[in-house]
């Protein structure tokens, strides 16, 4: 079993940056595959950006968003820049054991992930 904790949001104006970052239990964190997803009020939840043996992001955070990750920490972190009134949502983390194939399908559909973080909220306003 994996549980996953978020923390780091909170409320900014647009221009400003925010750091999430998501802690996970298990021994198991180096070899899985993490990813951040979003929701917004009345939408659905959409990819945000995914690591593990490949990087993605979704167009619309390409060049202001950043997945990192720390496996000595067991924590995966989104560093958030340039953030704009749109990005506001409550974000979430996604992991899942072990390696997704290649190909972008995986990391974004949030159905392939098994394990899923409370949630964080991030308000940019104008």
């Known amino acids: 079993q994996v549980q996953l904790v978020e923390s780091g949001g909170g409320s900014v104006q647009a221009g400003g940056s925010l750091r999430l970052s998501c802690t996970a239990s298990?021994?198991?964190?180096?070899?899985?595959?993490m990813g951040w997803f979003r929701q917004a009020p009345g939408k659905e939840r959409e990819f945000v950006a995914g690591r593990g043996g490949t990087t993605y992001y979704a167009d619309s955070v390409k060049g202001r968003f950043t997945i990192s990750r720390d496996n000595a920490k067991n924590t995966v972190y989104l560093q958030m820049n340039s953030l704009k009134p749109e990005d506001t949502a409550v974000y979430y983390c996604?992991?899942?054991?072990?390696?997704?194939?290649?190909?972008?399908?995986?990391?974004?559909?949030?159905?392939?992930?098994?394990?899923w973080g409370q949630g964080t909220q991030v308000t940019v306003s104008s």
């Open positions: 996604a992991a899942q054991r072990g390696a997704f194939p290649s190909a972008a399908y995986y990391y974004t559909t949030p159905s392939k992930y098994d394990y």
């Open positions: 298990g021994r198991t964190f180096s070899s899985a595959t």
